[in-house]
């Protein structure tokens, strides 16, 4: 057990339709990253939070938006699905930036019908 | 841009055997760290092995060590005396070191690993 937690583990809705995928970093780290997993594109980073803040981003669809709340725990929102949204969409949390070695959750497998 | 590829899409060892799985990357960064993830059936992505790009000895846990060439851009992951628990997708990761990216992994496209009994 990573210490991440990841919810809902899995989630099936149709195409057009809008998602909140939930994440809870180990205790203590303060760094959110998101991750999408796809037969396609492999793993992709999408972006990052330290300590509330955006980061940096990576390859984020504008229908997509994360935030970070004062309590640490991260949402990433996943709108006007599409067939090709779905993938499996890992969180991962370090006590920092500068802490390279980050935890991943167990996911959260997206299915768009 | 950082890429990383990986050139075997599947591989399989015969128990206790030794087992090598290449990745290579391209960067015009000097200051970087190199990963290689696991990510068995259970799809947690489980950190491996680490290396910073200064360092010039090649990192060592356990059973996994790395062949670090880094004029070679060339990152390979060698497992001894394998087991069956290391049967996973293995994924290659980049990470430049310092920066708004430090933290940002780029992976690599995976290797699956069979070790069979």
């Known amino acids: 057990d990573s210490g991440v937690t990841q919810t809902p583990k899995h989630l099936i809705t149709a195409t057009g339709q809008r998602v909140t995928l939930r994440c809870s970093p180990r205790s203590g780290d303060l760094s959110v990253y998101w991750y999408q997993q796809s037969l396609d594109q492999g793993l992709q980073f999408l972006i990052q939070?330290?300590?509330?803040?955006?980061?940096a981003k990576g390859n984020i669809l504008e229908r997509f938006s994360a935030q970070q709340f004062p309590d640490l725990h991260s949402e990433l929102n996943l709108s006007s699905l599409e067939l090709g949204d779905s993938a499996l969409y890992f969180c991962?949390?370090?006590?920092?930036?500068?802490?390279?070695?980050?935890?991943f959750g167990q996911g959260t497998r997206l299915t768009v019908v | 841009a950082q890429t990383v590829t990986q050139s075997q899409p599947e591989m399989s060892v015969q128990e206790a055997e030794t087992v090598t799985l290449s990745c290579t990357y391209d960067?015009?960064?000097?200051?970087?760290?190199l990963f290689w993830y696991k990510q068995p059936p259970s799809r947690q992505m489980i950190l491996v092995i680490r290396q910073e790009a200064y360092k010039q000895q090649n990192a060592t846990e356990n059973r996994f060590s790395v062949n670090f060439q880094k004029a070679a851009k060339s990152f390979s992951l060698k497992i001894s005396d394998s087991q069956l628990g290391d049967t996973a997708m293995y994924f290659c990761?980049?990470?430049?070191?310092?920066?708004?990216?430090?933290?940002?992994?780029?992976f690599g496209k995976g290797t699956k690993l069979s070790v069979k009994p």
């Open positions: 960067t015009s960064e000097s200051n970087y760290y």
């Open positions: 991962a949390s370090s006590q920092s930036p500068l802490h390279t070695e980050a935890f």
């Open positions: 939070y330290y300590n509330g803040e955006e980061r």
């Open positions: 990761a980049f990470m430049i070191k310092g920066g708004g990216s430090q933290g940002n992994l780029i």
